[in-house]
């Protein structure tokens, strides 16, 4: 009988899921690994060969950490899953002229929920992850908050899991450093995790090219939206054909196929009259966003306005923010301009180190844009108004 009980590790073949399950098991815990194959790289049309954690190499290491220290290890085969949901999801989503995050897709609606699936399966209490970040119970609330290695954080990946998952959830790495799980690996002999190169690409875009991988998944849509126009900011000014719509994101410089004799950025994106706006740096700034299918973690609601740092993608520090929340909406007014605001991206929001909650990016707005709203929505009370009165 073990010290803790059973618990299903995710295992991606990486230093941190190893790891992960290394510790858990000598912690006690009756650890069964578990390695994820979501897609299969010959169907991709890539010229790069096969790496990261779908590939038959970390398949192997994975299985070879489980050998060593005497635990069970298997192979969950989700391509079906991932493909129609995921895969689905991010080909769709550029041809709606907006930019996916699938990472995050995955791992909030496939790998827990196909995990915590396979756990009840093998009569496992727990499943575990590598990602760093921590989880507490507070107020009847399961909260993500920050690893403390800032530099290798991942709470914003996981604003999506749900409270019901979050119970279930064991994120061991979240109280250490990267430099100190290397050293971890080291003491106990397992020199090729140190040396092991990580994959930091969309798993089943493994030429980094996404662009190539539409055109393969699509057919005819290169023809299709071929053509468009490239418009000024602010004086709709036509500059030049582009490509097509989906083949561009927001705050994208390089890769435009045209000289301007400034640097130029993809500032919006029109899918109905398939136009990509360009404009100059400050061209991007925008004041605020509506976000949309939200997960709230620390609350179960926000029932009046709270201050947060708000991230619009992983890499992003987090600007100071004000949110509400109307219905299945949160407005995001930033305290200043934030640049490249992607629609389709996740939006994550924070209170210090915890996870307020997020959802997924709509649309964004500059200041302007917002008076104009208020006002025009104004101009339509007023006249509501005189109609009722003639009425009457």
């Known amino acids: 009988m073990s010290k803790h009980g059973r618990i299903l590790v995710a295992m991606s073949g990486g230093i941190d899921s190893s790891l992960a399950a290394v510790m858990l098991h000598e912690e006690g815990y009756e650890v069964i690994g578990m390695t994820m194959k979501t897609w299969d790289y010959a169907s991709s049309g890539g010229t790069k060969k096969e790496t990261g954690c779908c590939s038959l190499d970390s398949i192997n290491d994975a299985r070879n950490i489980a050998v060593n220290l005497g635990f069970p290890h298997y192979i969950l085969d989700i391509r079906n899953e991932f493909g129609d949901y995921v895969i689905d999801h991010f080909t769709g989503e550029y041809i709606e002229g907006r930019t996916p995050n699938p990472c995050v897709l995955c791992n909030t609606h496939i790998k827990w929920d196909a995990l915590l699936r396979r756990a009840d399966r093998l009569d496992c209490e727990f499943i575990a992850t590598g990602h760093y970040a921590n989880i507490r119970n507070e107020n009847d609330r399961y909260v993500i908050s920050k690893g403390v290695d800032t530099l290798k954080d991942q709470s914003y990946v996981l604003w999506g899991v749900s409270q019901e998952s ?48 539409l055109k393969r998944r699509v057919p005819g849509l290169e023809a299709e939206v071929a053509g468009g126009n490239f418009v000024m900011e602010g004086t709709g000014k036509v500059l030049g054909k582009h490509q097509g719509y989906p083949f561009y994101t927001i705050g994208q410089r390089k890769g435009l196929g045209m000289a301007f004799g400034q640097p130029m950025f993809v500032t919006e994106i029109r899918k109905d009259t398939n136009e990509v706006v360009l404009g100059v740096d400050k061209d991007l700034y925008r004041d ?9 973690q620390k609350y179960a609601s926000i029932e009046q306005p709270i201050e947060t740092s708000t991230k619009v993608r992983y890499k992003h520090d987090g600007t100071p923010a004000t949110i509400s929340q109307s219905g299945d909406k949160i407005e995001v007014l930033f305290h200043e301009g934030v640049s490249a605001i992607a629609p389709g991206q996740a939006a994550v929001f924070y209170e210090g180190d915890d996870v307020i909650g997020g959802g997924w990016i709509m649309k964004s707005f500059r200041q302007s844009e917002l008076r104009q ?7 339509q ?12």
């Open 373 to 379: 709203s208020d006002l025009q929505q104004a101009e």
């Open 288 to 296: 605020g966003m509506i976000v949309s299918k939200l997960n709230l």
């Open 166 to 213: 979050l119970s279930r959830t064991k994120l061991p790495l979240g109280h250490l450093r990267k430099s100190e799980i290397r050293e971890m690996a080291k003491d106990r002999g397992f020199i090729e995790l140190v040396t092991k190169s990580e994959s930091y690409e969309i798993c089943f875009v493994p030429d980094n090219d996404y662009r190539g991988f």
């Open 381 to 392: 009370s007023v006249s509501t108004a005189t109609q009722v009165t003639a009425t009457v």
